[in-house]
């Protein structure tokens, strides 16, 4: 028998080729994800409950169960998300907490409540001014509930969440109305 010492030898495998991917994340090609596009309707839905301070009762199918609630502007979900907070702290009457509390509020919660204010005011009255060809629509992430509740697959009841801040991205299914496993949130 011949003696073949290059296959006998323990031999490295060979490194893989990588001459074919791109030097960085730049040369790679831009896809679109459908799927994790936001609902157009949704995003103006955002929109008019922004610009007219008013919504309507929708019911969102997001990944592990279902949200419903009342659709509100975005400057009204910070401003009562800010007015709770306080309030939720105030209660424990302790000045430390209540100052802390009032700064915390005051940036997380007002200041983006005020800008997003000033921004839809800002636009009306530069779209009535002849400033803007046409208003200005942002494209929105995000839709603001008030009185929401999720039901999880399997629940019999539906877990009060409140104010709500839901990605529209994460929407899989919509449909206008409030629907409640049990008792609707008081």
């Keep these: 028998m011949s ?9 490295e495998p060979p490194p893989f080729d990588l001459s074919h991917l791109p030097d960085n994340t730049r040369d790679l090609q831009d896809t679109a994800d459908w799927y ?19 919504g309507i009762g929708i019911t969102l199918v ?23 907070f306080r309030d939720a702290i ?4 302790v000045d430390a907490e209540t100052k802390m509390a009032d700064d915390f509020a005051d940036f997380f919660f007002d200041q983006p ?12 009255e530069a779209f009535r001014a002849g400033k803007l060809i046409e208003p200005r629509y942002f494209m929105h992430r995000h839709l603001h509930l008030k009185d929401a509740a999720f039901t999880g697959g399997g629940s019999p009841t539906s877990f009060h969440l409140g104010y709500t801040r839901v990605l529209l991205s994460q929407v ?4 206008v109305g409030t629907h409640y496993v049990g008792p609707p949130p008081a």
Excluded: C
């Design 172 to 175: 899989a299914a919509w449909s």
């Design 62 to 84: 997001v990944p592990g169960g279902v949200v419903s609630g009342t659709v509100i502007g975005a400057a009204q979900f910070f401003t009562e998300l800010s007015s709770r």
């Design 3 to 11: 003696e073949n010492t290059d296959t006998d030898e323990a031999s």
């Design 113 to 124: 409540a005020k800008a997003m204010a000033d921004e839809v005011v800002a636009d009306r």
């Design 36 to 54: 994790g596009r936001p609902d157009t309707f949704l995003q103006r839905m955002s929109q008019y409950a922004n610009d007219i301070q008013q």
């Design 90 to 93: 105030a209660e424990h009457g």
